[in-house]
T-cell receptor
Framework: GQSLEQPSEVTAVEGAIVQINCTYQ??????LSWYQQHDGGAPTFLSY????GLEETGRFSSFLSRSDSYGYLLLQELQMKDSASYFC???????????FGKGTTLSVSS | DAGVTQSPTHLIKTRGQQVTLRCSPK?????VSWYQQALGQGPQFIFQ???????QRGNFPDRFSGHQFPNYSSELNVNALLLGDSALYLC????????????????FGSGTQLSVL
């Protein structure tokens, strides 16, 4: 089957850097995605890695190591508005849907 | 450009009842997927509709059924509601004539919060 593991909670202060790790087990691998979800809101796409290495998009970066079945989301210059849940996800075997981790709740304090 | 819209936003039902949730995909998208998100969990795939047919289904019982209309909008029906069906139901849209090998970007609606009493 397919499964993803990520920490349940992370706390940090404004301006800090935080890394949210994700390890996955899949049969067949297409890529690792990250989504952000604020309380009561829609999950929104943040990043996608199909190949090894670091992808940078503004304050957010995402890393993938396919040999280690591991990835992380790096959030820099944290702001209060970054307080949310972050999910890593991989496509299912057919590649038609996403399998999500349980999510990491990030709390940013001043 | 309208994003994914879902209705209603909140719904309260009792056990044994039936419910219908609605979704309009993002403009230009033809594929609709439904996910169930229990409190404190990640979204779980229910099924996907493309060209008015169910293309793939997750591990959900037959009480969960759906429909896609010619305008690509979709409905999720749940029969014989159980307490455990209480969750946030999310609709996601994408564009896909063929199943995407990556499915790297889904556009989600804000969901319908269903409470079963």
């Amino acid at each position: 089957g397919q499964s993803l593991e990520q920490p349940s909670e992370v706390t940090a202060v404004e301006g800090a850097i935080v890394q949210i790790n994700c390890t996955y087990q899949t049969s067949g691998f297409y890529g690792l995605s990250w989504y952000q979800q604020h309380d009561g809101g829609a999950p929104t796409f943040l990043s996608y890695n199909a190949l090894d290495g670091l992808e940078e998009t503004g304050r957010f970066s995402s890393f993938l190591s396919r040999s280690d079945s591991y990835g992380y989301l790096l959030l820099q210059e944290l702001q209060m508005k970054d307080s949310a849940s972050y999910f890593c996800a991989v496509p299912n075997q057919a590649g038609t849907a996403l399998i999500f981790g349980k999510g990491t709740t990030l709390s940013v304090s001043s | 450009d309208a994003g994914v819209t879902q209705s209603p936003t909140h719904l309260i039902k009792t056990r044994g009842q039936q419910v219908t949730l609605r979704c309009s995909p993002k403009s230009g998208h033809d594929t609709v997927s439904w996910y169930q998100q229990a409190l404190g969990q990640g979204p779980q795939f229910i099924f996907q509709y493309y060209e008015e047919e169910e293309r793939q289904r997750g591990n959900f019982p037959d009480r969960f059924s759906g429909h896609q209309f010619p305008n690509y909008s979709s409905e999720l029906n749940v029969n014989a509601l159980l307490l455990g069906d209480s969750a946030l139901y999310l609709c996601a849209s994408s564009l896909g004539a063929d199943p995407s090998p990556t499915n790297e970007k889904l556009f989600f609606g804000s969901g319908t919060q269903l409470s079963v009493l």
